[in-house]
Structure formats: structure tokens, C-alpha cells
């Protein structure tokens, strides 16, 4: 089992934050792409990130949105398409969706709405 599955989410997510923020985004953008990918509203995304959730609870207990399979590319050199365990590909689109972010993809475009 991969290292990345028993991390916190809480312990990454203070680096995307930073990441978005950098390049002019906002966290409630950030939260607005996490809460769209897993189905969690923003009381359930802050009680994962209070609780010490890792990424397979966090995943574990998620409502993927069906649209999340639209998310291509490549991410650390690995197109997120072609990941074939369901967890580390979960765990990539949400970097997929952090980098598109960042580099000022249009929110309504992040969120695979047009």
C-alpha cells in the first residue's frame, strides 16, 4: 500500500492552500474543487481536515462526482486516466484539480461545467 494512503489530509492541504493562494486563487475556491470532487459540504470537508482523516478514509467515505472520470492529464508524469488503482487515482484528480487551479483554469472549467 502506498505511503500517500495513511498521510493526513490535513497535512496537504495546507500546501495546496498555498499553492492556490500563490497564484492568485482563493481557498474557498480550493474548498469549492474539494467539496465538488468528493461530495462533502464544507462542515464535512473542515471535519476530515479536523479529525486527522488520511486520504483512504477521506476517499473511503466520499460521493465521487460521477463527472470526476471527464478529469485527464497528467500529474507527476502519470496521465490520471491510465492510474489503475481507485485510490491513487482519486488522490490525482484532486492534484489534477489543485494544478488547474493554480494555473488559472477557469473555475466553471475545474469543475467540468463547460
Not at 476530515?48 to 460521477?66: C, I, Q, V
Request: proline share 4%.
Amino acid at each position: 500500500m502506498s505511503r500517500v494512503f495513511q498521510m493526513p489530509v490535513a497535512s496537504v492541504y495546507p500546501l495546496y492552500v498555498t499553492k492556490v493562494e500563490r497564484k492568485g486563487r482563493t481557498r474557498a475556491e480550493l474548498d469549492e474543487v474539494i467539496t465538488w470532487l468528493t461530495g462533502y459540504d464544507h462542515d464535512a470537508l473542515q471535519r476530515h481536515l479536523d479529525e486527522g482523516s488520511t486520504f483512504e478514509r477521506f476517499f473511503a467515505e466520499a460521493d465521487l462526482n460521477p463527472a470526476a472520470s471527464s478529469i485527464t492529464g497528467v500529474i507527476c508524469g502519470v496521465r490520471v486516466e491510465q492510474i489503475e488503482d481507485p485510490l491513487m487515482q482519486r488522490i490525482r484528480y484532486l492534484d489534477k484539480l489543485v494544478d488547474e487551479l493554480a494555473r488559472g483554469k477557469a473555475l466553471q472549467k475545474v469543475l467540468r461545467q463547460g
